[in-house]
T-cell receptor
């Protein structure tokens, strides 16, 4: 079975400060990891994904995430937060083995609030 | 290119009523999915389809049925709605690739309330 944990329900950060949204995962095999963002009353938007290779993945809107295999983590980061980054963020994992139906397992979400 | 669209956006049902949610995608994706989103629980997979004419159960399939008669459409049905099915429903699709991770693209959601 695969699972994802987002240990913080809420993260508050001041505008201009760096932000981190935490994610840890558990899978049997090599993971494919994703970050999605959800703005109020909207669907999920893809931010970035890790498949293989470089542990630092860069995505949309200046976000990046670092894959750490030893700590089974995939934390989302941004060097300088904007008020417009305030949203609900979801981490998701899928196992890489062939034959998978590409089922994603999502974390419970982290509400990010950037304070002006 | 509209991406993934969902109909309707909002719906209120009485217990025992039935309804169908429609998902359509114009990206020629093979895979389609139905999720439900409940507070504090993230998204949970209800059913999915790996191609036209095929469907499979996800994590929480009870009380729902699906059909994929056309490649671009994926329907989610509630035969006898229950208050526990009050939720926001999201459809998603992904391209059937060669084993590299596929990105799922989501629709805007349907907010369903069952009284």
């Amino acid at each position: 079975a695969q699972s994802v944990a987002q240990p913080e329900d809420q993260v508050n950060v001041a505008e201009g400060n760096p932000l981190t949204v935490k994610c840890t995962y558990s899978v049997s095999g090599n993971p494919y990891l994703f970050w999605y963002v959800q703005y109020p009353n909207r669907g999920l938007q893809f931010l970035l994904k890790y498949i293989t290779g470089d542990n630092l993945v860069k995505g949309s809107y200046g976000f990046e995430a670092e894959f750490n295999k030893s700590q089974t983590s995939f934390h989302l980061k941004k060097p300088s937060a904007l008020v417009s980054d305030s949203a609900l963020y979801f981490c998701a994992v899928r196992v890489s083995r062939s034959g998978s139906a590409r089922q994603l397992t999502f974390g419970s979400g982290t509400q990010l609030t950037v304070l002006p | 290119n509209a991406g993934v669209t969902q109909t309707p956006k909002f719906r209120v049902l009485k217990t025992g009523q039935s309804m169908t949610l429609l998902c359509a995608q114009d990206m020629n994706h093979e895979y389609m999915y139905w999720y439900r989103q409940d507070p504090g629980m993230g998204l949970r997979l209800i059913h999915y389809s790996v191609g036209e004419g095929t469907t499979a159960k996800g994590e929480v399939p009870d009380g729902y049925n699906v059909s994929r008669l056309k490649k671009q459409n994926f329907l989610l049905g509630l035969e006898s709605a229950a208050p526990s099915q009050t939720s926001v429903y999201f459809c998603a699709s992904s391209y059937s690739g060669t084993g590299v991770a596929d990105t799922q693209y989501f629709g805007p959601g349907t907010r369903l309330t069952v009284l």
